[in-house]
């Protein structure tokens, strides 16, 4: 929005309008965003009108760029922007032109936007004081984007009433000057001297120096570092500090899940606590925090009723008076001034130093934060710390990908029928392609890139007769078809990505449970990324299971000379035995009854060496079920001391919190047994220490299932010079390997098994994938070898009273 510097503020004119004139309702009932087609008519539009200015206008300058500082009190504001046009009128007086294009009849506006007029007022006060004028003319002109039709409006202005019409706005925006100048001196007068708040732990100053220099030098980091050495602490801390020697100005701290969200939300208040005069909000999605059942309009939602009236005194209060800003704090000032508790945050989080916040808050193109990452926003001085970002590579995947259904565009032609037989006609013509391709495609086929933009053609047509509609129907209300809007905005946003980096992505046709559908699937979201990437200084990825580190910065940069450093884990390896089974596999072809048998087998010995609390992960629902028969009927007939629970698909937030409420119970005379899928719900993000748990097993290598889209994946790396199967299995598979297997050892007290039973895991192509401290007390074991194994480790390493 704007860029600081000393006492120096540089901000756009439409930004700062937009900012300070904002008023009446909030209302998303119509979405947001134009379509490639309106873009392209606004700017034909802009250019005729422009053309035609300069036949009648000899010293018609379009696209004139303006540039002024003005003070308010200790503080410069430059003031930037670019008037549609200027030139000399007829009666000799200068005149300022702004140009809006819109679908709806521009002969019913009786009074331009006040937005637009501010704006060109701030056009002409830069312009008057360039030239010395005493008197300015503005003309805004509007025009309707289908028939060409103008319906100008001209003000004209003395010196004095120039003066005056800027200088309240500018009074509006003085408030805020200072207390961003203000505040940025005190906060870093603070970092200068804020100090880590605890002992370094081992581990932890190397990754606070690392993020430092990587900062200083503008360059991206991976950091692999074990879980428990604190590295939201660790990456935080440097990244603030460097706020205060101006290496940036606003950190963004994004993650996968809410829970990690918070726990970056308390170390923000951990260094606000040493010191830091610095604000933090966490930002969460609009679902989790609305009030009004998600209707944003206001005849429904009493906060969107006059929302702007009030957000701008909601937004100054908040951020004056609250150093962390949480949900529920933003739910509490929301209700004092009845605004829309969402939208108060986004315009909130202007105002902090701090945003923590999704992945999708900067990289996802439907989600992203505008104001900071929109396309006509420039590059800023952000610092981007990506938690548990091995996660990235799947979300950044989804992000850039779009399809289109058969069965979406049959309801959306059902929806639109009922009020407009063009929109109905429109989508009638999207469902003939969709069916012709399936017949020629059948179950599976890669599809030429003419097809998505023959696709795209189509939709966009949707799309701008929608706007038409809207626009000509100004009380038209369609939550229900929320939904199709934001399916045609999705496949019009990835298709300009195709367009801009074809050669990662690959488009399909495909049946899908009874559906057809024809998608545009990125395959490497590394170009993607870097267009956000590129917004900021410094990105700093870090994970617990970063391996292998050059896959993941192949897959999220692209750059292999980015920085990396990998920190050892400072537990003692004397504290766990780590197992790998050479006798059980979990491959397709001895899934069978004798195989499940030896599996269950070697979960009954590790469940009853000692009581307590275990996980065993598995590679699908399927399997689980397989497994479960021939665990359920041995653990009985042999009247084994162990509780079993099972993950169930689609467990609700409810459920997932009394599975694992289970664990918080210590065992003393019979063992509880958690079987799980991997990369599912519990293989990360759960925090269970101590006696919450003393043994994970691992049953199968994690690959994912061996599908159309993976073997697209497989095709693209081949054709990189990688090696594909890695890139497409393998890596992925190991990820969800390591996750499930890090449930275990969380502090410097814990201890336990991790058994790996799988014996693929000892092949070479699995050959230094693993964590180096794992090439420590591991241990290559059969399964009559077991009970020997665990009980020297249970003697020798255990906590008990009298070990």
Known sequence: MFLVKGNSLRINVRTLVEFVLRSGDLDLRKGGGVSPQAMQEGTRIHQKLQKHRREEFSDYAPETAFSEEFPIEEVSVLLEGRADGVFTDTDGVICIEEIKGMYSDVQRMEEPVPVHLAQAVCYAKMKADEDGLSAARIMMTYVNLDSEECHPFRFDFTEEELNAAFDKIMERFRPWVLRVVRHREERNLSLAKLPFPYPYRAGQKDVVVSVYKAIRMQKNLFIEAPTGIGKTLSTMYPAVCSMGQGLGEKVFYLTAKTTTRGVAGEAATLLQKAGMKAGAIILTAKEKICMSEGVCDPEHCPFAKGHFDRVLDATYELVMNEEMITPEILKEYAEKHMVCPFELGLDASLWVDVIIGDYNH??????????????????????????????????????????????????????????????????????????????????????????????????????????????AHPYFSDPEGAEFRFLWRDYLDVFESVLEDGEDYRIYAKEQEGDFILRMYCVSPAWNLKQYLDKGNTAIFFSATFLPMRYYKEVLTGHNEDYAIYVPSPFDTGRRMLLFAEDVTTKYTRRNRSEYEKITEYLKKIVTARYGNYLAFVPSFAYLEALWEVIDERFEADDVPVEVILQEPSMGEKLRGEFLEMFREERKDHSLLGICVLGGVFSEGIDLTGEQLIGVAVIGNGLPMVCPERDLLRDYYDGQGLNGFDYAYRFPGLNKVLQSAGRLIRTESDEGVIALLEERFLSRDYE????????????????????????YFWKNRSRSEGS
């Open 362 to 471: 900067v990289f996802d193109p439907r989600a992203k934060l505008a104001r900071y990452f929109g396309e006509e926003v420039s590059k800023g001085d952000y610092l981007f710390l990506i938690d548990e970002a091995h996660n990235l590579v799947e979300r950044a995947r989804d992000m850039y990908s779009a399809e289109i259904s058969l069965h979406a565009l049959q309801e959306a032609k059902k929806h639109y029928r009922e009020f407009s037989p063009l929109l109905s006609r429109d989508v009638q013509a999207v469902i003939r392609r969709m069916e012709r391709l399936r017949t020629e495609c059948g179950s599976f086929a890669e599809v030429g890139v003419n097809e998505a933009e023959s696709a795209a053609a189509e939709i966009g047509k949707i799309y701008t007769d929608l706007l038409r509609y809207e626009e």
């Open 768 to 791: 230094g994938l693993y964590p180096k401290e794992w090439e420590e007390g591991s241990r290559v074991i059969r399964l009559e070898e077991l009970d020997g194994v665990l009980d």
